[in-house]
């Protein structure tokens, strides 16, 4: 490779580990965000403002997948979920193991003075058992996230866990025999360049920007 694709190839990487970098952190965020906000509902026994899963059943398909992870938000009130909403729940009819269900609203009604919720999955033939109120339900569908569920149950795994922490070692060690390639190089131009006694040598050496440009790359390589 010649030294104009080695320099594009460098170029490449570096802004593919930056964004590498910015998306770990922004996800970093978020999830901080959501372990806090979920910590202090806990804490006060109410529901969280933001929840998230990971679908498992193929009950909403084509909607949602089986491997996405859906994003929830808490409904202030009954007023804030209506009939087609997507809703993530805990049955009262069945059991889940201590799973929730994440199913549509098929039907809204008033009994009694209270609000109930008949739901169904989109890729069911019939409504679900029971009837749900507010107090069953934990949050409403916003958005979701396109098969990143299978990237967690693959990083729940030993190989999964192994390449976490193979992958980030693998890009430091590049980007140093990188580094390590490119000080070479500068090296040896530099060495190539006698000026110690041949003052006119050494005159051209100061006038030419691009050795200039060598040298201060290398000194910025050797302080780091």
Known sequence: MNKKGNNLFTKIFRILSYLFLVFLFILACFLVFYIITSAIAKKKGTK?????????SP????????????V?????????????DIITFYSNAIDTGGYTV?????????????????????????????????????????????????????????????LIILIPATFIIINDVLKLIQAYKIKNELGNIK??????????????????????????????
């Open 195 to 224: 000026t110690k006694d041949d003052p006119k040598k050494k005159n051209e050496l100061n006038k030419n920007k691009k050795i200039r440009a060598l040298i201060e790359k290398a000194d910025k390589m050797n302080k780091k």
């Open 102 to 162: 994440t199913h549509r609203i098929f039907k809204k009604y008033l009994y009694n003075s209270i609000t109930y919720y008949e739901t169904k999955g989109d890729n069911n033939n019939s409504e679900d058992i029971g009837r749900i109120t507010y107090d069953n339900v934990v949050g409403k569908y916003v958005l979701k996230i396109p098969q990143l569920g299978r990237i967690q149950f693959f990083v729940s795994s030993p190989a999964g866990w192994f």
């Open 72 to 84: 929830n938000v808490r409904a202030k009130d009954d007023n804030h979920l209506n009939e087609g």
């Open 59 to 70: 009950s909403m398909e084509p909607t949602i997948m089986v491997g996405d992870v859906i």
């Open 48 to 56: 969280p403002l933001i929840s998230m899963y990971t679908i498992v």
